[in-house]
């Protein structure tokens, strides 16, 4: 799993616990108020609207708090800094650019081509000082077309008196 797949996955899971971590810490607040209204003999329903309004407010800013921590901690705990993407640790955790200093760098990554797909004659062939018959399609010609062909004969023909004339044209500019 790379860097981009573990943010993903981590963002993910971070959201819905920090849905349910909202919801338990309104509920929470909730029924606490909802005690200490019964424990007080508060019978208005005005103020007990308000002040489950009051409830989900303060429940929201705690849960921003308390997640914050919780994310913090996590990270730290399992070790989740090197998995994460550095930019998304500098932007959303807090005293994130912290952590992201403390990361190694990654080198960018290069891209080889294995041996077994490299054919040394390809460059030779294109980028040769020097043309050759292939240049001018002679051997697609030979495979794509029936060799008792007489006009697909014809058609190979020209293209090497072609290709001849060509080479020693290159020839004579290059003696004279």
Known sequence: MNKNTFTLLFTLVSTVVNIILTVVTIALLAVIFMFACKMLGCKDGNVIYMGLLVCFVVGMFLNFYFFSKLTVWAVKKFNLAPKLNSSFVARQLPGGAKFAKELPQEKKKKTVMPQSVLEP????????????????????????????????????????????AWEESKKDKSNG
């Open 121 to 164: 004659e390809e460059e030779e062939k294109w980028n040769g000082a020097s043309p050759t018959y292939q240049n001018f399609g002679i051997d697609e010609l030979k495979r794509g077309l029936e060799k008792n062909n007489e006009e697909a004969q014809a058609l190979i023909k020209e293209r090497e008196e072609e290709a001849r």
